[in-house]
């Protein structure tokens, strides 16, 4: 008997390694999805190269992105495009968010247009703090911009489960930390939060000059393809940045892309998803997916068959002594 628990052990083990809970995109996610879509390329206070081609263009081809392909409700979407993308606005905006997004709700911003970078240095190391430009921003004058700190600490009180920043623009390395895994012993890391932000790490989008992006910086261009080719029902936030920064690379106007959980904001290891709208499924990808549910609710039958085996076993070991 004594060598008949380790075996059940074992094979409980096994059963449990390969048991990954997929949900279902059949059905709708937690929560409701919101996000917060702002595109400037006006900007009537500063001077002739703080203007930008592409931010408008990029914005609301993102926000008809997710409408269309994956299902956001306009409802749940606010839109700040030119001279609408006030200071005000956008603070205003944040703000309602707050209170309309509830706990187990998810939040995708894109923000498209100028951002700056300040640096000074202390004694010890150098500090960046970076800003994004509202449409009214005065020259010169940093009261008049949206702080990256203030975006972070936007993020640190939204009561979403996950929020997702995707940035065309400046955004502040230093509040940029390194990606975590979700709590031991979760099986579902789509349970834990997430705050996390993708940025190109222009100071604005830069259009492509060959025109073959119909207008779109390389950023919005190959973020939107990702989109757009998905025929997964399922797409992480995770698996965006590899391929994205892959991509942008590869063009003549080519920089990295940073990605990471924004430091100090409460993120827990967990993944921000896209999912496709049930028309836009592909069949084979619908097919794969029930698959795994199909396995997996088997896995999880032998794993309760196992565990009771076990019990039984240690019962018979306890009447034995």
Known sequence: MSRFIPAIFFLLIGA???????ASAEEPADGNYWALIIGINKYPNLEKDKQVEAARGDAEAVAKMIVDRYGFAKKRMIELYDISANRKAILHAFSQLKKDVARQDSLFIYYA???VYESTQDKDRA???????PTDAE???????IFNSQVKDFLSTMPARHVYLVVDAAFSTSLIGRTISAKAGSREPFQ???RVVLSSGWLKPMPDKDKTKKGHSAFAWHFLKILEQNTNPILPARDIAEPLGVRVTNEPQGKLPKSGPVIASGDEGGQFTFRLAKDAFDPEAEARLK???????AAQKELRDLEEQLKEAE???????
């Open 16 to 22: 449990g390694a390969w048991f990954v809970p997929v």
């Open 113 to 115: 247009g100028n951002g």
């Open 127 to 133: 500090t960046e703090t970076g800003f994004w430009l």
């Open 139 to 145: 020259q010169d004058d940093p009261s008049s911009y």
């Open 192 to 194: 834990e939060k997430s």
């Open 291 to 297: 698959e795994m549910q199909r396995q997996n609710e």
């Open 315 to 321: 019962e018979k070991l306890k009447k034995g002594k």
